[in-house]
């Protein structure tokens, strides 16, 4: 697990948030019309929202308690989804207490099977946190709330996407087509040290982590520097490279190619 820059990584940062997430994820849709159109989710309506993200925390869970060692064959848990929809706030609350439950009883240094790069059970944590935090701002914006995130834990999450994304290929295929001849991307956080240098390739793409002396910096053809949180939620697809939060400098059809090919 990454802790360069001094980002929140420990797994106890991570199991924390999981369930501040959820509450503020639950507060907001505690009131709210469960059919309102997700923008950030084109297609979903927050009840997909809660059902998704819940479903995910169950099957972590699942995975974490049995301490997989390979792949898993199927995705199937039992949900004990409520009989309405006006269920779902209090039920994406007990999902919470599933993952809490199973964070308890777990070495979050035991070696476990994960599609990232990191084969430990932290693994797991750290990605439940990020969907969660995710589909947290989603449910907001669709809300009309202005969404905070934690600047540590965006730069957590941002490093996280970036160092997992080199492995997301079988479950999202278009990430094998971001390959080249060297072409760089640089995305920096205003707020902070973190900096993350891709590199395209022949085979795939790395991913190099500051922070680099500003004086020294590497060059990129294309740069994309913001707020931790908003590097985050460009990365995720939340904000457009053209987003007044963002200054991009450089190959702008380089970067719509990693938009395009980026997403899990």
Known sequence: MSNRS?????????????A????AFVAAVKDADLATPVPGCPGWTLADLV??????QRWFSVLLRGRIQEPPRSRDVELRLPASEDGYPD???????EAASAFAE???????WAWGADQHARFWIRRMLFETLVHRTDAERALGLSPVIDRDLAADGVDEFL????HAA????????????GETLRFRCADGDGDWLVRLGSDGFTVETGPYPEAAHPAADVSVQGAAADLLLFLYGRLGPD???????GDEELLMRWSANSAF
């Open 163 to 166: 160092v997992n994304l080199p």
């Open 243 to 249: 987003s007044d939060a963002l200054r991009v400098e």
């Open 20 to 23: 501040a997430e959820t509450a």
């Open 106 to 112: 777990l070495d979050p240094d035991a070696p476990m």
């Open 91 to 97: 039920w994406l609350a007990d999902s919470a207490a």
């Open 51 to 56: 059902r998704h993200t819940g479903s995910v």
């Open 170 to 181: 079988f479950f999202a295929p278009k990430v094998a087509e971001l390959r080249g001849a």
């Open 6 to 18: 001094g980002r929140a990584s420990a797994p106890a940062v991570h199991r924390d948030a999981v």
